[in-house]
């Protein structure tokens, strides 16, 4: 691009498997990235932790630095992608406090010191972008927040890590071991540094506050989301949903409740295999938001990888370089409705699936019945696999005992659970072996 202006400067702070991807686009199309701006910008320094290191995409040696700081001292826009609290906290407040404008990936730190990094950013009076933090590529962030502001989002839903959905769809449908599908998703980019991260539900959490903030409009953070990751779905579990009709799936959900609060999520979730969610493989992401005046939108794409996640990184770039140079930009992340706290779990209400193993004898089938109603949790569907006589009763030659499985209609999480209690004292019930929550659409 022909101008005489000098270029605005950008410091990338780590280059890992989204970092080198950044890099290579910004040295590989300056030009490009340079129109999009509207003003020359020139990468002007990577740091890392080993300048010897290999990486996805061979960064110019005389790039590489060692000293973050330095960095971030002479540059116009930094881009952190090194991930972790700290030192990536302390690098993005140093960079908005001096003035320049920050796009960062990282959820974890978002989700624990977001309110307190974008009240720094409005102070400072510059952007602090991240799309990357939720959904990889896919743009849900600034959608969220300023396509749908003039709207009353009442929930958000999503499958928002890869690479807990790539395990589960991998056990689903080839029935992988779980540890190989998880390797496969590190050697593939989308995993965290500490996968734990990942299979624990961490990560998703992170996203479900960073959702539940933009959405309501309130300071949620990573302490507010009630977390199940995937480490006790068994094979099982899968194959059971799969005779039934379901998928298994991590689902992200953000619902409010009005005059109340909001419910934020994350737990293996059970999904009709017609629903949209469920139709979404690998380490695809999709996410469903639900908005008074515009109904169901559905935002859906590569939730992570290096080249897909960098996509989002250097778009957000581009609109803080944007910022930059015309000075000032609105703050993100501000938390305007004080009304708006997180409630606990038990005021969710879903739909659940148990897995029973009963004693075999006439009227188990009456008395479980009888728990759920005293509870005033309904029942929608009852499934004994194997046989069953005509008076409805399970009937097997096995004296190990029968399996029951029952699907709820809507119930109040704390019915589900006392419902569970009294199950469990039961003396014809051997097993409680599963309890699962189920979506199935907005309105059931
Ligand atoms: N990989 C993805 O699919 C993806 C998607 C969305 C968001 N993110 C987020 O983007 C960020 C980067 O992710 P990634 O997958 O590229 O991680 P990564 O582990 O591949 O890369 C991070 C890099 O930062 C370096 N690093 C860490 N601390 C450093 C320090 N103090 N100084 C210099 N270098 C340091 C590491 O050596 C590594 O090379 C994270 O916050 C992650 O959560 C990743
Ligand atoms: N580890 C994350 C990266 C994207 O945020 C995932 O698997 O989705
Ligand atoms: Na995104």
Redesign the pocket.
Same mark, same amino acid.
């Given at each position: 691009m022909a101008s005489t202006a000098a270029p605005l400067t950008i410091g990338l702070?780590? =280059?890992?498997?989204? *970092?080198s991807q950044v890099a290579r686009t910004l040295v590989e199309e300056r030009e490009l990235i340079s129109s999009r701006v509207g003003a020359p910008v020139r990468l002007a320094g990577v740091?890392?932790?080993d300048v010897e290191a290999p990486r996805d995409w061979r960064i110019p040696g005389e790039l590489l630095t060692t000293d973050?700081e330095a960095l971030v001292d002479q540059v116009d826009v930094v881009v952190e992608?090194?991930?972790?609290l700290e030192?990536a906290a302390s690098l993005i407040e140093r960079a908005l406090r001096r003035g320049a404008g920050v796009v960062t990936?990282?959820?974890?730190l978002l989700a624990t010191r977001g309110a307190e990094l974008a009240a720094i950013a409005a102070e400072a009076d510059v952007p602090l972008h991240y799309e =990357?933090?939720v959904g *990889?590529a896919i743009p849900i962030l600034r959608p969220i927040q300023e396509s749908l502001s003039g709207d009353r989002i009442t929930k958000v839903m999503g499958i928002v890590n890869?690479t807990t959905n790539y395990i589960l769809d991998q056990m689903d449908t080839t029935g992988a071991a779980f540890d190989d599908a998880l390797h496969e998703a590190q050697r593939l980019?989308?995993a965290?540094?500490d996968p734990t991260a990942d299979v624990e539900g961490h990560d998703a959490a992170a996203k479900a506050a960073i959702l539940g903030t933009l959405g309501f409009h309130a300071p949620f953070t990573i302490d507010d989301v009630h977390c199940e990751g995937i480490t006790q779905v068994t094979s099982s579990d899968i194959e059971a949903a799969a005779a039934s009709g379901y998928v298994i799936k991590l689902l992200a959900i953000a619902e409010r409740f009005d005059g109340e609060g909001a419910v934020l999520r994350v737990h293996p979730t059970l999904l009709p295999r017609t629903h949209p969610l469920a139709s979404v493989r690998g380490a695809f992401n999709a996410v469903f938001v639900v908005a008074e005046n515009a109904g169901e939108l559905m935002f859906y794409g590569q939730g992570?990888?290096?080249l897909p996640?960098s996509s989002a990184v250097l778009g957000d770039l581009v609109s803080a370089a944007r910022s930059v140079r015309t000075a000032g930009a609105p703050a993100e992340l501000s938390a305007t409705d004080t009304t708006m706290t997180a409630l606990p779990i038990t005021k969710a209400t879903t739909r659940y699936y148990v897995d029973l193993e009963v004693a075999d004898r006439e009227g188990v089938i009456a008395e479980i019945a009888r728990v759920f109603a005293d509870h005033h949790v309904s029942i929608e569907a009852m499934r004994q696999p194997g046989s069953v006589s005509a008076d409805g009763e399970v009937d097997t030659d096995q004296d190990s005992g029968a399996i029951v499985q029952i699907v709820t209609h809507q119930a109040r999480e704390k019915a589900l659970a006392d419902t569970v209690e009294t199950l469990k004292e039961k003396e014809v019930v051997r097993a409680v072996s599963s309890v699962l929550r189920v979506e199935i659409d907005q309105q059931s």
């Open positions: 702070l780590g =280059a890992g498997s989204v *970092g740091a890392v932790r973050a992608l090194l991930g972790g030192p990936g990282n959820k974890a =990357a933090a *990889g890869g980019g989308y965290e540094a992570a990888g290096g996640t």
